[in-house]
T-cell receptor, first 113, second 113 residues
């Protein structure tokens, strides 16, 4: 199975509500990144959180990282129609002499007007 | 700054042929990574090039290869195409690699018939 598993696979909420997506992974990481992908703008980087950080904010986005539980969450507050997209977590996996980015399968977020 | 550009955007090839995809990173970025995205396997890391050297590699067969030129532009080659190679191929550039924000291009949609 994937290193990064997003949960839920799909999420539909009302505009203005908050959306929370979770990502779990299996092995030690250097950092974890969240990306958004929609048909209009392709794959866009949202936030990078390093393994020694616990929380980061960017505008309406809040990301937490719990390395003891090997999990991360992405919170989008006050959702808008433009937030409709697929959201992926990507882990930079620790290797002896190299690193490898592994993407999760994604959460499809739909914002209802 | 201009974004990451990929050419061609769409490509149709026949089984057994080979194909070369091109990626021009953001000016000043030295790292270029390639990914394959399919509905079944999701986003998978192919390889990363940094300063003309392959620095990291995913779990793809030797039919998939790449190179990076002195101006950081990168090419990816797939030889002896198989039907399963049909996918969206994404290129991403970053300043120094996976520990930094990656900027993705729009992708090349490859269809193998």
């Amino acid at each position: 199975s994937q290193q990064g598993e997003e949960d839920p696979q799909a999420l539909s909420i009302q505009e203005g509500e908050n959306a929370t997506m979770n990502c779990s992974y299996k092995t030690s990481i250097n950092n974890l990144q969240w990306y958004r992908q929609n048909s209009g703008r392709g794959l866009v980087h949202l936030i990078l959180i390093r393994s020694n950080e616990r929380e980061k904010h960017s505008g309406r986005l809040r990301v937490t990282l719990d390395t003891s539980k090997k999990s991360s969450s992405l919170l989008i507050t006050a959702s808008r129609a433009a937030d409709t997209a697929s959201y992926f977590c990507a882990t930079d996996v620790v290797r002896s002499s190299a690193s490898k980015i592994i993407f999760g399968s994604g959460t499809r977020l739909s914002i209802r007007p | 700054k201009a974004g990451v550009t990929q050419t061609p955007r769409y490509l149709i090839k026949t089984r057994g042929q080979q194909v070369t995809l091109s990626c021009s990173p953001i000016s000043g970025h030295r790292s270029v990574s390639w990914y394959q995205q399919t509905p079944g396997q999701g986003l998978q890391f192919l390889f990363e090039y940094f300063s003309e050297t392959q620095r990291n590699k995913g779990n793809f067969p030797g039919r998939f290869s790449g190179r990076q030129f002195s101006n950081s532009r990168s090419e990816m080659n797939v030889s002896t195409l198989e039907l399963g190679d049909s996918a969206l191929y994404l290129c991403a550039s970053s300043l120094e690699g996976h520990n930094y924000e990656q900027y993705f291009g729009p992708g090349t949609r490859l269809t193998v018939t």
